[in-house]
């Protein structure tokens, strides 16, 4: 029995260093029976199997790494995956790794989509499916447009009509009921996969089979608003069935158990992979933003009535409303949501709630409320970066206004210093250098460089022992705008 428990990644960093590949191979394989998604295993083992010339399997070992750590896309293990790489192209394959690598059995796995009047994008989302998955079923809800003649050109492709009761959770519960695959991967009709990850969906499959508690997969929802994207991993989207998992509510609809609190009872395990799912659906190009706005905040209401204790449909529907211009409303919401989930048990959402209040108090100015939001993202969870820039994004604006504040004092200065009769000497060197240095300082603090250079130059030999120090701001100044002028790269001409 070893003494002190040692993390096996620890362990295997250390074999690593040593060059023990049988100790590296050993523990990465204890790692990844327990956990297929283990990307710190699978990075160590694949860097094991680089250095003994093994490019083959090195190659793959890297991938699945890629595959479960979607935020490490940049990563130093990521970027040998290239093509022609001659390290990893020498077709060495390791034996006993091999096995480690290969799928007991490969699940089969449906896409259903529940769609209303999609004409427009249906067919580049069943396009997008073909090979991907074995079966395809769309739900449609009451389409009077082109959407269910255009779903039924796909080979292969069901559809199945269901009446639209103003409950999104029935319609996907009802295509649940009306597939065989072992899996299944919901997919919006506004959505399209990624050509290049289409094999990732039977892969993420095949490895997280045999996994307990049951695995949820959140691929990365690509969202595209005009030339700008932003990217979404908050939605559960691939599962297997075996786990009786159903979903609830009427909007933003979430997974539960068939039985049971959806909080505390549901036993499951969360899972980000790198497949890309891109999204249109909220460009405005594409739809109504405020038709579609009205409909979610009128469903989320309905939800807020039936469940009011839920801070889901609270943190959701001040989202909404905040989205549709209502910040006072939208605000007071997510203060609602934010009290409530602090007392209910097992609710996970409570970073994107303070998230969203932080959003809303810095559209309002309000700096103090944001910062005191920003520390309690930091209480709920010191690991979560955004906490800190949220915490910088509001000293800053609040550092803006203390500098505003201060221009402001040091124009009553000067509107007040001749006029001043009272018995307390003035500092002469306040009036005759101090006040228009400090000027200075607070030009250069907000950008104003061209100005601060020429108030820096007007007081150089004006402020006793000041010299040396105002002389280092206009070299910085005159420095900074030769960068800005004569940068490195220049950018090119597009």
Same mark, same amino acid.
């Given at each position: 029995?070893?003494?002190?428990?040692?993390?096996?990644?620890?362990?295997?960093?250390?074999?690593?260093?040593?060059?023990?590949?049988?100790? &590296?191979?050993?523990?990465?394989?204890?790692?990844?029976?327990?956990?297929?998604?283990?990307?710190?295993?699978?990075?160590?083992?694949?860097?094991?199997?680089?250095?003994?010339?093994?490019?083959?399997?090195? @190659?793959?070992?890297?991938?699945?790494?890629?595959?479960?750590?979607?935020?490490?896309?940049?990563?130093?293990?990521?970027?040998?995956?290239?093509?022609?790489?001659?390290?990893?192209?020498?077709?060495?394959?390791?034996?006993? &790794?091999?096995?480690?690598?290969?799928?007991?059995?490969?699940?089969?796995?449906?896409?259903?989509?529940?769609?209303?009047?999609?004409?427009?994008?249906?067919?580049?989302?069943?396009?997008?499916?073909?090979?991907?998955?074995?079966?395809?079923?769309?739900? %449609?809800?009451?389409?009077?447009?082109?959407?269910?003649?255009?779903?039924?050109?796909?080979?292969?492709?069901?559809?199945?009509?269901?009446?639209?009761?103003?409950?999104?959770?029935?319609?996907?519960?009802?295509?649940?009921?009306?597939?065989?695959?072992?899996?299944?991967?919901?997919?919006?009709?506004?959505?399209?996969?990624?050509?290049?990850?289409?094999?990732?969906?039977?892969?993420?499959?095949?490895?997280?089979?045999?996994?307990?508690?049951?695995?949820?997969?959140?691929?990365? +929802?690509?969202?595209?608003?005009?030339?700008?994207?932003?990217?979404?991993? $908050?939605?559960?989207?691939?599962?297997?069935?075996?786990?009786?998992?159903?979903?609830?509510?009427? +909007?933003?609809?979430?997974? !539960?158990?068939?039985?049971?609190?959806?909080?505390?009872?549901?036993?499951?395990?969360?899972?980000?992979?790198?497949?890309?799912?891109?999204?249109?659906?909220?460009?405005?190009?594409?739809?109504?933003?405020?038709?579609?706005?009205?409909?979610?905040?009128?469903?989320?209401?309905?939800?807020?009535?039936?469940?009011?204790? %839920?801070?889901?449909?609270?943190?959701?529907?001040?989202?909404?409303?905040?989205?549709?211009?209502?910040?006072?409303?939208?605000?007071?919401?997510?203060?609602?949501?934010?009290?409530?989930?602090?007392?209910?048990?097992?609710?996970?959402?409570?970073?994107?709630?303070?998230?969203?209040?932080?959003?809303?108090?810095?559209?309002?100015?309000?700096?103090?409320?944001?910062?005191?939001?920003?520390?309690?993202?930091?209480?709920?969870?010191?690991?979560?970066?955004?906490?800190?820039?949220?915490?910088?994004? &509001?000293?800053?604006?609040?550092?803006?206004?203390?500098?505003?504040?201060?221009?402001?004092?040091?124009?009553?200065?000067? !509107?007040?210093?001749? $006029?001043?009769?009272?018995?307390?000497?003035?500092?002469?060197?306040?009036?005759?250098?101090?006040?228009?240095?400090?000027? !200075?300082?607070?030009?250069?603090?907000?950008?104003?460089?061209?100005?601060? $250079?020429?108030?820096?130059? %007007?007081?150089?030999?004006?402020?006793?022992?000041? %010299?040396?120090?105002?002389?280092?701001?206009?070299?910085?100044?005159?420095?900074?705008? @030769?960068?800005?002028?004569?940068?490195? $790269?220049?950018?090119?001409?597009?």
């Amino acid at each position: 029995m070893r003494g002190p428990m040692v993390p096996l990644h620890e362990e295997m960093r250390r074999a690593l260093e040593e060059k023990d590949w049988i100790k &590296v191979e050993r523990l990465g394989f204890k790692a990844l029976r327990a956990d297929p998604a283990d990307t710190t295993a699978w990075e160590i083992l694949g860097e094991a199997l680089l250095r003994q010339g093994y490019g083959t399997s090195a @190659r793959k070992a890297f991938r699945r790494a890629y595959l479960f750590h979607p935020q490490k896309q940049l990563a130093r293990w990521n970027a040998p995956a290239e093509e022609g790489d001659p390290i990893l192209d020498n077709g060495r394959s390791h034996p006993i &790794v091999e096995q480690l690598l290969a799928w007991p059995r490969v699940p089969t796995v449906a896409a259903v989509i529940v769609a209303k009047n999609e004409s427009r994008s249906i067919g580049r989302c069943l396009e997008s499916l073909k090979g991907a998955v074995d079966e395809i079923l769309v739900v %449609d809800t009451g389409s009077t447009d082109d959407t269910v003649a255009v779903a039924e050109t796909f080979p292969g492709v069901r559809v199945l009509f269901y009446a639209w009761n103003d409950d999104f959770a029935a319609a996907r519960n009802f295509g649940l009921d009306n597939i065989a695959a072992d899996w299944v991967l919901w997919i919006d009709a506004d959505e399209w996969v990624h050509p290049d990850d289409k094999p990732l969906i039977r892969e993420a499959a095949a490895m997280l089979d045999a996994v307990t508690p049951t695995p949820v997969l959140h691929p990365m +929802i690509i969202n595209r608003l005009g030339s700008t994207t932003s990217i979404a991993m $908050n939605v559960p989207r691939l599962f297997p069935r075996r786990g009786d998992l159903r979903f609830h509510g009427r +909007i933003h609809e979430q997974i !539960a158990p068939v039985k049971g609190n959806r909080y505390t009872d549901l036993r499951t395990r969360d899972y980000l992979v790198t497949i890309r799912i891109l999204h249109d659906g909220y460009d405005p190009a594409n739809t109504d933003i405020r038709a579609k706005l009205q409909r979610n905040i009128r469903l989320l209401n309905q939800m807020v009535q039936e469940e009011p204790a %839920d801070p889901t449909w609270l943190m959701y529907l001040g989202r909404e409303v905040l989205s549709a211009g209502d910040v006072k409303k939208g605000t007071s919401l997510l203060l609602a949501a934010e009290e409530r989930a602090k007392t209910t048990p097992g609710f996970g959402a409570l970073l994107e709630i303070q998230r969203l209040l932080v959003q809303a108090y810095l559209f309002q100015s309000a700096y103090d409320e944001a910062e005191r939001v920003a520390e309690r993202m930091q209480e709920t969870d010191p690991q979560f970066p955004d906490s800190h820039y949220y915490l910088a994004h &509001v000293r800053v604006e609040k550092a803006k206004q203390l500098l505003q504040a201060a221009e402001e004092d040091l124009r009553r200065l000067r !509107a007040q210093g001749d $006029n001043y009769a009272g018995l307390v000497n003035l500092d002469a060197d306040i009036h005759a250098w101090k006040a228009d240095l400090l000027q !200075a300082n607070i030009c250069g603090l907000t950008g104003r460089i061209a100005e601060a $250079n020429a108030r820096y130059t %007007d007081l150089y030999g004006q402020c006793p022992g000041y %010299d040396e120090a105002i002389a280092q701001q206009i070299a910085l100044i005159h420095q900074q705008a @030769r960068q800005i002028l004569q940068p490195d $790269n220049p950018p090119q001409n597009r």
